[in-house]
Structures are given as C-alpha cells and as structure tokens.
C-alpha cells in the first residue's frame, strides 16, 4: 500500500489503532534473507555489544510503516511476546526484591550472635547508625548512572543476566562473612550490581511494549514485588523452622538467583531485533506497531546534545524527586518491616508469616490500579497515582498512633499500596522521555532518587523508638505526601507543554512528517511528533491559562494522555 493510499484510508482512533499486513502472503517480502539485520561488530568483545539495526533493516522497518496492519496478527504476536518477557522479568523481579530483605529475615535469625557483632556494631543494623542496611544503596548510588549508560552500551538482556548472576554470587558470599566490615563490604558490592535492576526492567518493558502498553506490563511485573514479599516470608519461616540460621538464607537464595541468571542469559533476547523466538517479518511488526510511539529505533550511540538536554529539562529532576519520596519509606519498611511487625507482639516464625497477606495486599492494589487505568477515561493516570498514595499515608498514621495491634498491622499492610502508584509513575518515565541517551540519562535520575531515599529511609528508625520507631513511621508519612506534590506538579509540567505544542501546530508554525521522525533517534524537546502520555486536550487547554515556564516555552514538546 503506498503513501497516498494510507493517507486515503480513514485512520483509527490514535489509542485503538493497530497495524500488520493482512494477510501471510503480504510477508513473503519482509522474510528475506538476503540481508544482515543487525550492524555486527567484529571480536568478542563485538558479541556482548549491543548491535544496532542494520540500515536495511531500517529501510525495511519504514516500508512496514506504511502498511496497514491486520490487529489479529498484532494481537498473535503480542501474546507470544508476552509468555516471553513478562514471566521472566516476574522471576527476576521476585529474586530482586528477596535478594534485598534478607538482610531483614537474618536480623530475626540471629545474624547478631552469628557474627559476633559488638552493640555498636548491632546498632548499625537497627538504628539512625544503619550502615549495613544503607550501604546497599551507597553502591547502588554510585554506579546507577554508570549502569544505565552500560545498558545503551551492552546487549540488555545479557548484561542484566551477567549482574543477576553477580547478585547471587555476592548473597552466597555473604555466608563467609566473618564480621560487620565484610558483611558491609559485600552488601556495598552487591547494590552497585542491583542498581541494574530497575532501570533494565524498565528499558525492556519499552523495548517491547508501546507506550500505551506499558503501564499494564510494567505491573504484570512489578506484581511480583508482592509474591517475592510473600515468598520472602515464606523462605525465611521454611528456613528458619528447619535450618534455623541466618547463613542459610544467603546461600539458598544466592544459589536459585545464579541459577536463574544462566537462563535468562540462554533464553531471553536482548531486543526485537536479534531473536530466533520471531520470524523476520514478525521482528518488523513488533518494532512498526510502535510507530505513534515516536521513541525510534533502538541504538547504542551516545549522543551529548540528549546528555545535555536531559540534564537542563526540570522533568529530569522532578524524576528524581518522585523516585526519592517514594524510597524513603520503602529503605525503612523493607529493612525494618519484620521489626515493626514483631513489635505488635508476634513471636519470630509468626512475624515471618505476616508478610504473607501484606504481599497479598501489594498485588491486590496493582491489579485494581491496572484494570481502574485500563478503563477510566484518559487523562486521568497522575490523579490514579495519587488516589493509591492515599491509602499509604492513612496506613502510616494508623501504624503511628492507633492503639489496637490490629489496627496497627493493618495499617502497616495498607502501606503497600504505594506500589501500585509507583508502577504508574515508571509508565511516565518509560513513555515521556525520547532519545535513547536522554532516556537512559532519566532512567537513571529515577533509579538514583530510589537510591537515595532508600539511604536516608533507615536512618529514620531510632533504636531508642523500638519497636514503635515513631519517628520512622511519621517521616514515611511525610515523604508519602510529598509524592503527592511531586506527582502533581509532574502533571502540570506536561500539561503546560502539551498546550504550547498543540498551539503551534494549530497555527501553523510547526510542521513534520511523523513517518520520517519516527525512525530517527531524536529527543522529545527535538521531536515535533512525540507527544507526552499523561494528560488530554481538555486539561491542555486549561494549562493555557497559566504563566508557561522558561522550559515550557523554549523547548518542551505536548502531551497527550495520563
């Protein structure tokens, strides 16, 4: 079908179109084999870099473009993309979470006694002084922003199957450790590694998924923070009922985390681009049905105009601060959620099982989230973001001054709720940044906010609190509320620039042809097509009536729904 045929076409609703060819004979063009599809480079360094689509592929990719898809063979091929990716980023997630609390599971098991810590140096495990428990994300801030670079550099799955196989190592580790500096050692290590972690879900979930997608698949996968909270609980009541001794949770969970990462390394491609689980035309329909996104190919260039850009847009930083509020009760509940549970007055094994329905609790409110997003009308994603917050702060309070213990454990397992707003807020990420840099670059700012409020989160809770840690509970309170704020001023940042655009292209004085921008690998601010998935027009048009800011009026682009 040529150009002037598809603009004769009457065009489906922008958020329901899909698009492949109609029918298999209309493939036989796109199943060559007379081409390479991938730019090889030479060496075995060359085999781990990621490799670039080939200009044929390329050229082959804008002819896909132009044809009309048939939503049946989209909607086939979707479903095979999903059985791939979703149930492997869910393992890796469950390990990921478990990986990081069983520090948590080894306080109540006696990792005291096991490594003969002195108090001072107990202390650093349960008060303002919780070196052990922050210097997991003293790595993990160090080596966020060099990781995310890494990922544009490397084949994604590999490299992420490489550093889970490190996590484990490193947790296996652990059960050598002959006192609190080799322990603080190793935990340092390991959250450089982790720090991967995130921001690679991330990159393969919009690698995979349009943008209108993503926030569903983002919580397919991050339902499994939930199991692995439940499944911690689990292990660590097996483990402590029969091998009642902290070394061995870091050598069970190490060794399944290395085992898993061999497979994933095996099985899972790094993109669409170089698998043998789709056939080439296929290849060419997961990448084309992408075609609105506007988020271009995928590519391991570095370029310094994006650098520069993500660091002067206000988006960047308004990303860090979503990431941090959000971490901060998260650095104190995951290290010290056991601990305020066995305050309420459960025994060891019991406190380990009350993880069991806050678990339940995290994937309950993910779900709801996801299927209230999928069906309330557009624009409405950041105030769906708040409304989960909610629960959070008034679960807090309820862990900070009711007087029941039951009103008091559930309020602790309603905090859960802020999962489901932070599934959302990656969505915005993962859909409002173009340019492969630039979106590293704010991955990166996220990752690095959740690093730090993960830090300054334990030094919260006061030994001298125990077990009611009010200080703790009312600074989780507050950073939740001020999610909020930042949540919210994210909308009017969008909306505002969503107005500009929508002006200028009214008027005339921005023109473009969204079939050539949407091969290029350019920014959001560069990009006259690329629209922002957060708001609707309507919301657009009532950003008109405030003051534009420096940023939205020199460069930001317009948005469309959240």
Not at 502 to 520: F, K
Request: aromatic residues 14%.
């Amino acid at each position: 079908m040529s150009l002037k045929e598809v603009d004769a076409v009457e065009k489906p609703d922008i958020h329901q179109a899909e698009y492949a060819p109609n029918t298999t004979k209309d493939l036989e063009w796109a199943n060559r084999d007379d081409v390479e599809d991938l730019d090889q480079k030479p060496g075995v360094l060359g085999y781990f870099l990621k490799k670039n689509p080939s200009p044929e592929f390329i050229a082959d990719l804008a002819t896909m473009n132009d044809t009309v898809l048939d939503p049946k063979e989209v909607a086939r091929i979707e479903r095979k993309i999903d059985w791939l990716i979703i149930p492997a980023l869910s393992v890796c997630y469950i390990f990921y979470y478990v990986d990081k609390t069983t520090l948590s599971y080894a306080a109540i098991f006696n990792i005291k006694k096991g490594l003969n810590l002195g108090k001072s140096e107990y202390e650093s495990i349960h008060t303002p002084r919780n070196w052990l428990s922050s210097l997991f994300y003293f790595g993990w801030l160090g080596w966020a922003l060099p990781t995310n670079l890494l990922m544009q550099k490397f084949g994604l799955n590999q490299y992420l199957a490489f550093n889970i196989f490190l996590w484990g190592s490193l947790l296996m580790a652990r059960r050598l450790s002959r006192n609190f500096t080799d322990l603080a050692i190793l935990r340092t290590i390991s959250g450089a590694f982790e720090a991967t972690a995130d921001p690679a879900f991330l990159l393969i979930t919009s690698t995979w998924y349009t943008r209108e997608q993503q926030p569903t698949r983002i919580g397919y996968w991050y339902c499994a923070n939930g199991v692995g909270i439940a499944l911690g609980g689990l292990l660590g009541f097996g483990i402590g009922d029969l091998l009642p001794y902290w070394k061995y949770e870091f050598l069970i969970v190490g060794a399944l985390c290395c085992a898993w990462a061999i497979f994933m390394f095996i099985f899972i491609p790094d993109s669409p681009y170089q698998t043998h689980w789709f056939t080439r035309a296929e290849r060419l329909i997961i990448v084309s049905r992408k075609r609105n996104d506007q988020n271009g190919p995928d590519n391991r260039h570095w370029d310094a105009s994006q650098a520069i850009e993500a660091f002067v847009d206000i988006k960047t930083y308004l990303f860090f601060l979503f990431g941090f509020t959000a971490n901060v009760p998260n650095g104190g509940t995951s290290n010290f959620g056991t601990l305020i549970i066995q305050g309420f007055g459960f025994n060891t094994l019991n406190t380990t099982l009350m993880q069991l329905p806050y678990g339940a609790i995290i994937v309950a409110f993910i779900v709801g989230a996801l299927i209230v997003n999928n069906r309330m009308p557009p624009g409405n994603r950041t105030y769906l973001m708040v409304a989960t917050n909610i629960p959070t702060v008034v679960g807090f309070a309820l862990v900070a001054w009711a007087k029941s213990k039951g009103a008091r454990l559930f309020g602790y397992w309603i905090t859960g709720a802020s999962n489901a707003t932070f599934v959302v807020g990656l969505s915005l990420v993962s859909g409002n940044v173009g340019g492969q840099t630039k979106k590293a670059i704010a991955s990166a700012a996220v990752f690095l906010g959740v690093a730090a409020g993960n830090i300054v989160g334990p030094f919260l809770f006061k030994d001298s609190e125990a077990p009611t840690y009010i200080t703790g509970i009312v600074g989780c309170m507050v950073s939740r509320i001020l999610e909020i704020v930042v949540i919210l001023a994210l909308r009017v940042v969008f909306s505002r620039a969503n107005a500009k655009r929508d002006r200028d292209v009214a008027e005339g004085r921005v023109q473009y042809d969204d079939r050539v921008t949407g091969l290029q690998d350019i920014s959001d601010w560069k990009n006259p097509a690329f629209r922002y998935v957060l708001v609707r027009l309507i919301d657009a048009l009532q950003a008109e009536l405030v003051p534009d800011l420096w940023f939205s009026e020199q460069h930001c682009c317009s948005i469309h729904d959240a």
